[in-house]
């Protein structure tokens, strides 16, 4: 009896050890890809943070890194994964979906409990803008409460591709999730999270939004939601 125990006890201190090396290894190529945007074994990085979600973080953290690099690994190789795809489905097929976070502490918008949150376009912040460029593109536009309400949408609509903005937790959450409904889905993490007046990269979006479409031509650089002047982003 105690030779298996014995046994059992090595095979579970091996599996462990082996867990522990493909974590590490996994987080090494992690790195790679958000710090060199060098990206191998793409599906490996996936499997990896899809299922050992929790224990990735435990092992980014044990290498003193911030468990956001965790959900960074996620969504940057979805967004390597999908975006050729992305590039293909036409604009009438694909939604965008921003977080009410971004929107102005005063935002006049309502709640609507089957669209989500309908901006007014009363340019206090930074999705008047998005929201003008991607239905002139084409897409359909939501702004959300939360998570579920992404699913929710995701159900109702049957998007061939989204568009997502939001916290990289939440990001990468969704894109898995989203991911699940056959829907191919690329990502913009927020530059600063919060409850109100969050930032994110302006010109980064507006590049995947017109993925496939045409090229982002200005260059400028990270907008706040505070700051309701896009005009370089735009071309104005
Ligand atoms: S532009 Fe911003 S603040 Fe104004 S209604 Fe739209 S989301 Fe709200």
Same mark, same amino acid.
């Given at each position: 009896?105690?030779?298996?125990?014995?046994?059992?006890?090595?095979?579970?201190?091996?599996?462990?050890?082996?867990?522990?090396?493909?974590?590490?290894?996994?987080?090494?190529?992690?790195?790679?890809?958000?710090?060199?945007?060098?990206?191998?074994?793409?599906?490996?990085?996936?499997?990896?943070?899809?299922?050992?979600?929790?224990?990735?973080?435990?092992?980014?953290?044990?290498?003193?890194?911030?468990?956001?690099?965790?959900?960074?690994?996620?969504?940057?190789?979805?967004?390597?994964?999908?975006?050729?795809?992305?590039?293909?489905?036409?604009?009438?097929?694909?939604?965008?979906?921003?977080?009410?976070?971004?929107?102005?502490?005063?935002?006049?918008?309502?709640?609507?409990?089957?669209?989500?949150?309908?901006?007014?376009?009363?340019?206090?912040?930074?999705?008047?803008?998005?929201?003008?460029?991607?239905?002139?593109?084409?897409? *359909?536009?939501?702004? #959300?409460?939360?998570?579920?309400? =992404? @699913?929710?949408?995701?159900? !109702?609509? +049957?998007? &061939?591709?989204?568009?997502?903005?939001?916290?990289?937790?939440?990001?990468?959450?969704?894109?898995?999730?989203?991911?699940?409904?056959?829907?191919?889905?690329?990502?913009?993490?927020?530059? *600063?999270?919060?409850? #109100?007046?969050?930032?994110?990269? =302006? @010109?980064?979006?507006?590049? !995947?939004? +017109?993925? &496939?479409?045409?090229?982002?031509?200005?260059?400028?650089?990270?907008?706040?939601?505070?700051?309701?002047?896009?005009?370089?982003?735009?071309?104005?």
């Amino acid at each position: 009896m105690d030779q298996i125990y014995s046994i059992i006890g090595k095979i579970t201190i091996s599996v462990l050890v082996l867990l522990a090396l493909f974590l590490i290894m996994s987080l090494i190529l992690g790195v790679m890809l958000v710090k060199k945007n060098k990206l191998l074994f793409p599906r490996i990085l996936l499997f990896t943070v899809d299922t050992f979600y929790l224990q990735f973080k435990k092992i980014a953290n044990f290498f003193g890194l911030s468990d956001r690099i965790v959900d960074l690994i996620g969504i940057e190789v979805r967004n390597n994964l999908n975006e050729r795809k992305f590039a293909r489905i036409s604009p009438e097929d694909r939604i965008v979906v921003v977080p009410q976070c971004v929107r102005h502490s005063k935002c006049p918008a309502r709640l609507d409990s089957v669209t989500g949150i309908d901006c007014k376009s009363c340019g206090l912040c930074i999705v008047k803008d998005i929201k003008a460029e991607a239905e002139r593109l084409g897409y *359909k536009f939501y702004i #959300v409460p939360g998570g579920s309400f =992404v @699913k929710r949408i995701v159900k !109702k609509v +049957r998007p &061939g591709a989204a568009l997502g903005i939001a916290c990289h937790q939440d990001l990468n959450m969704s894109m898995h999730e989203i991911s699940r409904a056959e829907c191919t889905v690329v990502g913009v993490p927020l530059l *600063k999270d919060g409850c #109100v007046n969050t930032e994110v990269d =302006v @010109k980064e979006v507006f590049r !995947k939004l +017109r993925l &496939g479409i045409e090229n982002i031509k200005d260059e400028t650089n990270k907008l706040s939601c505070s700051d309701g002047d896009t005009s370089e982003v735009l071309g104005r």
